[in-house]
Every structure is written in C-alpha cells, then in structure tokens.
C-alpha cells in the first residue's frame, strides 16, 4: 500500500496487515438473528390481534412473519454492507465483516440491533475512491429498504379513523413520532380516504432502515457521511463540522421538546449517540485517503449524497 503524506519527501512504504479477527463474530451474528426475530415476532403478534380486533381475516401467522421479518431485515442490513465490500474490492481496500450487533429486542424497548459495521483495515486511495466507499453503502441499503417497504405499504391495513381513535385512547396503537420523505413516498402508493394505516412489520422496517441511514449519513468521524465529506474537505474543517452536527442535534432536541414535540428525545439521543462514536470509537481527525496529495475533489458524489440525506432525515409528527 502507498501512504503519501503532504509534507514531506516521496516515500514508498510497505506496511504488513496483521492478520486479526474480529472475535465472537459468528456469537454476535447468531444473537442478532435471536433479538430482531424477538422484535418481528412482537410486531406480528400486535398487528395480529388488533386486526382480530377489528375483525379483519389476515391470515397472518406470527412466527412465519417473525421468520420473513429477521430474513429481510437483516438482508437489508447485509446489502448497505455488500455496497460497501464491493467498493472496496473495486478500489483494493483490505476490509473485515460484515459484523452484526445484537441489541436488546422490542420487548425491551429496542430494535433488536444496532446495525451492521466493516473494519477497514486499510485506506481508500483516492479522495474519489472514499467518497464511493461512502456513498455505496447507505445507496444499497436504501434502494432495499425501498423493494422491502413497497410490500409492506400493500400488506399494511387501512383502518377506519373513529376504529383508531378507540384503539388509540385504549392504549392498542399508537402513533410514530417521526416520518422521512422515503416512507412518505411510499405511503403514496396507498392512498387512504379518511382512513389510518396500521402498519405491518415489513413496511416497519424500511422506516428503521431509514432512521439507521440518517445516522450513517451523517458527516461525522468515520461514518459512511464523514467518508463522503472528507473527500471534499481538509481534516481540520472536516472536524469542525462534525461538532457543529452534534451541536444541531441536540439543538434540535431540545427545541422541539419546548414544542411538545416527542421526537425531541430522538433528536438528543442521536446527539448523544454520534458524541460518543466520534470521541471515544473514531477517536482524532478522519485519516482520509492514502494518497494525500491528491486533490481532485469528487463533487458529483455531493449530489447522490444530499438526495439521500433528504429522502431519510427524521421529520417530526404533531
């Protein structure tokens, strides 16, 4: 691998990649089929029953459902990682993973994961190679979770307004406090005269897959976000705007908490969250690309990486 720093003399280094492993690997991965299957299984057997409620014949069976949940879910997850191994074939990036983490499951108030990451144990050539790199992973997994919630939209039930107004005060459902303009175009594909959506667990994961994205896309540390805003940016400035991020965030927060806004939680866990990853998991400046001579800026990734930023940042619902 050539490492070129600006500054000083052309040197061609030859570096050895220790050969490490990520330990527990294959424990995590089978843990985290355990807890999201927890997490499909409590999101088919409530959507079961308030259908039974309403007396609406789906023919639902919670554990098939919970089974085709953990599938998609975490093959959506798998393809945000694939886009990001296939890059890094293509630009001869030495990586390791996919790695998925376990999280605790809806029964307990999560997800039943935090994702999936790869460890890149080398660098991207170029500035225009970092900036592909970034970019391909949340592209995929998008597009996935778009195939993935064009079922869940037509599998999702179109209840009566009053129908949810009773089921609402009666503690059965209740309402998201966040959308994006992703799943608002899909909602599109299902017009609704009057009516609510209750939504089935498929469509409920593209709205995580969503969610997850945002923070991937934002450019900070050594997120996918910060790999496309370090090609464009020097490292300084770079680090700079990741502080002004979590500084919005939290803004943000608190802001919408003084509106009685409940997605202002979300908002300050989110600064909280990417505080964390970027002063104790990415620790110091984004490294950047191995050639630090190079100076040809891909801008045209700018555009791909705005329209995505777009389609998945959280919106607030009243």
Not at 140 to 150: E, M, N
Not at 156 to 166: G, R
Not at 174 to 203: A, C, D, Q, Y
Request: aromatic share 10%; net charge neutral.
């Amino acid at each position: 691998m050539v490492l070129q720093i600006r500054g000083e003399r052309p040197v061609l280094r030859f570096l050895p990649i220790p050969e490490r492993t990520i330990p527990f690997k294959r424990l995590l991965t089978i843990t985290t089929f355990f807890t999201v299957g927890l997490t499909g299984y409590g999101l088919a057997s409530g959507f079961a029953e308030i259908a039974s409620k309403l007396g609406i014949p789906t023919g639902l069976n919670p554990f098939a459902t919970a089974t085709l949940y953990t599938l998609l879910f975490l093959l959506a997850l798998g393809v945000h990682e694939l886009g990001h191994i296939f890059s890094s074939k293509r630009e001869g990036v030495l990586i390791e993973g996919p790695i998925f983490i376990p999280a605790p499951p809806i029964q307990l108030g999560f997800i039943g994961t935090f994702g999936a990451v790869i460890m890149m144990k080398t660098l991207p050539p170029s500035r225009k190679d970092l900036a592909r790199l970034g970019i391909s992973g949340p592209l995929s997994g998008v597009l996935a979770g778009l195939l993935v919630g064009i079922i869940g939209v037509f599998s999702s039930l179109a209840i009566p307004y009053d129908k949810a107004v009773e089921l609402a005060e009666a503690g059965d459902i209740g309402s998201m406090p966040l959308t994006t303009i992703g799943l608002e175009l899909l909602l599109m594909l299902r017009p609704l005269n009057g009516e609510v959506l209750l939504i089935h667990p498929l469509l409920f994961i593209t709205y995580i897959i969503f969610i997850v994205t945002f923070l991937n896309l934002l450019p900070i540390g050594q997120l996918d976000g910060g790999h496309v805003l370090r090609s464009l940016m020097s490292p300084r400035a770079h680090e700079k705007l990741g502080e002004m991020i979590i500084a919005l965030l939290a803004v943000v927060g608190l802001s919408l908490l003084l509106l009685n806004y409940v997605a202002g939680y979300y908002y300050l866990m989110l600064s909280l969250v990417v505080f964390i990853l970027r002063g104790f998991v990415a620790k110091g400046q984004h490294p950047g690309n191995a050639n630090q001579y190079d100076e040809d800026k891909p801008w045209h990734y700018l555009i791909p990486y705005l329209v995505l930023l777009v389609m998945v940042t959280p919106i607030p619902i009243g």
